[in-house]
């Protein structure tokens, strides 16, 4: 755990501050004064196993005031003025959390003694008799007391963990109890509730049963001050996720709101261990075989959309036949494309630029009279309010990515009827779908742009809606393809570059660019809120064999970490990105803050590549950016003495 400056002092021969001490249990008496009153009456445990089967989706259970409230606002206050919080960030999740509190034990005695509230905490919650009431509750069997698992998280406006299953190890009951203001109660327009995700169950032909989370979730619970949510994990059925904290439309109404910190003690209870009461030898390794197994029940992945829908190229380029665009090809090209991207000497600099780095970005791709036609649909689209339920959605012509514990947005694939050009006049996206993107032009263009020689594509118009949308890390199966992502974002706010367009005076544009810092240190200054965590950029990066990966399990984000980071590019407007990606590569959208000035849209392609010896020459790393900062530490309450925090 970080703890302040004055406790991280080293202890002799350099070893750090953690040391061995023997746990001590707490007296049946003494944890009964750690929750409330009456909480262990035996009617009132009855209810509560009642109210747990009859819940759903699925089973689980709310009890309102579990601590005795003088221990536990002693435990928060020791938290705010104790304990630090690292930053941490992935595909799935925004967060701040501290160490795991298993390791409280280890703090030197000038530390521990900073903490007695929350060691009492820790050890009533995973004392006997607590477990004992879980275990009668959720009737899941034994919980261990050895094996404690927890840590505190905090939610600030932005952060958010997406919809995942908590299926990991010897995980058996997962919880949050919350620590939010007591003296400000929680309002549910701030968001941070946790939402539970009803499943759906399909049969095939030959009686195969695979059960998928559903997009839509089904039961809100609000963060409330003293309040424990929890639920027996169950493989492939407890999906949930945590709303995303949201933004105040300014700083005097975040302040007050007393910033809207969703503060919580997250954890699980665990399968017994050896040694313990209730531990069955090889029961944690079935578990944990079972619980894979439950997950990949049936074909989980015929239940996946959207489905890849390629197209192969009957009559491919021939290598003898000439590379350069025809006059006829042009003409249809400059329809839709700046004509800058169609000279010989812009393409020859493109493809250079490629065989280099394996990816480039071309600002400005369509030309200003289409480009104009796309915006103009797109903001009348978001002039337009979406209904909310997926079915409603799908009534027309977008469909949702599902299911929510891989990817959610609203998708468009191309026709695959002979009518083609239906209606392009009226749906500029679909017109890009199913006329520029397919045509031999524009593949003989991306040809010359790349230097590989194309066999199939498969073409999708995406929409990430703000607060609700994202698309987690995956990889493909396939041989290395190019991929296109055609910006068509066209709100600002994104952290995308804004390079000069247009040539001119070295001095003028560095004047120029002088007033537009000014202007934007000016906005920053104003904006109660940074622009750069809204999401919504789209991310490339090295794939990694963890076998034990979790939505639940934090990694902090590093300048080691973000060397994984091949190619990254946040929304944008008219701008398209071509990587070459292989098998090994894993790429995701950023979920889309409810912050966002509007939602991200894109065209996303994937062209299927010849193998050549150019191609097999080129190295797997793309494009590596500059290494991050020096991990942040969080620190935020109101009113904090802390003289340490950031």
Request: net charge negative; proline share 5%; aromatic share 8%.
């Amino acid at each position: 755990m970080k703890r302040k400056a004055d406790t991280q002092s080293s202890g002799q021969n350099g070893k750090g501050i953690l040391k061995k001490r023997v746990k001590t249990a707490l007296a049946e008496e003494d944890v009964q004064k750690c929750f409330r009153k009456g909480l262990f009456a035996k009617d009132i445990l009855l209810g509560y196993a009642k109210d747990y089967a009859d819940s759903e989706p699925y089973k689980h259970s709310v009890i309102s005031s579990l601590i005795n409230d003088d221990l536990l606002r002693k435990v928060r206050n020791e938290i705010r003025e104790n304990v630090q919080f690292t930053p941490k960030e992935t595909d799935i999740y925004r967060i701040h959390q501290s160490g795991d509190l298993a390791n409280l034990d280890g703090l030197e005695d000038g530390a521990l003694d900073k903490l007695p509230s929350l060691l009492k905490l820790r050890d009533a919650m995973y004392s006997e008799k607590f477990r004992e009431y879980v275990s009668t509750v959720t009737d899941c069997g034994k919980l261990s007391g050895r094996k404690t698992d927890m840590a505190i998280n905090v939610y600030t406006p932005g952060c958010h963990l997406l919809c995942h299953d908590d299926v990991i190890g010897s995980r058996r009951v997962s919880y949050i109890l919350y620590l939010t203001d007591p003296d400000l109660p929680w309002k549910e327009e701030w968001g941070g509730a946790l939402r539970l995700f009803p499943t759906k169950t399909f049969e095939d032909d030959e009686g195969v049963k695979t059960i998928t989370p559903s997009p839509d979730y089904s039961k809100v619970i609000p963060p409330a001050w003293n309040q424990l949510s929890f639920f027996a994990v169950q493989p492939g059925e407890s999906f949930h996720d945590v709303e995303e904290v949201y933004h105040a439309e300014s700083k005097e109404q975040l302040e007050k709101d007393g910033g809207r910190i969703r503060m919580a003690i997250s954890g699980w209870f665990h399968i017994p261990q050896i040694g313990e009461d209730g531990h069955i030898k090889g029961e944690e390794e079935k578990w944990g075989k079972n619980s894979s197994l439950k997950q990949l029940q049936g074909n989980p992945d015929e239940y996946d959309f959207p489905k890849s829908q390629p197209v192969t190229i009957e009559f491919p380029s021939k290598p003898e036949e000439e590379k350069g665009l025809e006059q006829e090809e042009l003409d249809f090209l400059l329809k839709y494309m700046a004509p800058t991207y169609l000279t010989p000497d812009t393409l020859e600099e493109v493809a250079e630029r490629f065989m280099d780095l394996s990816s480039v970005a071309l600002d400005g791709l369509l030309s200003n009279k289409f480009s104009a036609k796309v915006k103009t649909y797109i903001e009348v689209q978001e002039s337009t309010a979406l209904p909310e339920k997926t079915s409603e959605i799908e009534d027309g012509q977008w469909r949702i990515a599902k299911p929510p514990h891989k990817h959610r947005y609203l998708y468009m694939q191309p026709s695959l009827s002979s009518s083609q050009e239906e209606n392009a006049d009226e749906n500029p996206i679909k017109e890009l779908l199913e006329v520029f993107l397919p045509s031999k032009e524009f593949r003989k263009w991306l040809e010359l742009a790349t230097g590989c020689d194309i066999e199939n594509f498969d073409i999708l118009a995406r929409r990430f809606r703000r607060g609700l949308d994202y698309a987690l890390a995956a990889g493909h199966d396939g041989e290395p393809r190019l991929e296109i992502s055609l910006g068509l974002t066209p709100t600002p706010g994104w952290g995308a570059d804004e390079e000069e367009e247009e040539e001119g005076d070295e001095d003028a544009k560095q004047s120029e660019s002088s007033d537009k810092k000014k202007t934007k240190e000016k906005q920053k200054e104003e904006e109660p809120e940074e622009e750069d965590d809204i999401g919504g950029h789209e991310v490339y990066m090295a794939g990694e064999d963890e076998d034990d990966a979790d939505a639940a399990i934090y990694r902090a984000a590093s300048g080691e970490e973000d060397d994984n980071i091949l190619f990254a590019s946040p929304a944008s407007w008219n701008k398209m990105s071509i990587v070459l990606r292989d098998s090994g590569v894993l790429k995701f959208v950023k979920y889309v803050s409810q912050s966002a000035k509007g939602d991200r849209w894109d065209i996303s392609g994937a062209f299927g590549v010849k193998i050549t010896e150019g191609l097999d020459d080129r190295e797997e790393e793309m494009v590596p950016l500059p290494e991050s900062d020096e991990e942040e530490v969080f620190n935020g309450f109101p009113d904090s003495d802390d003289s340490d925090s950031d």
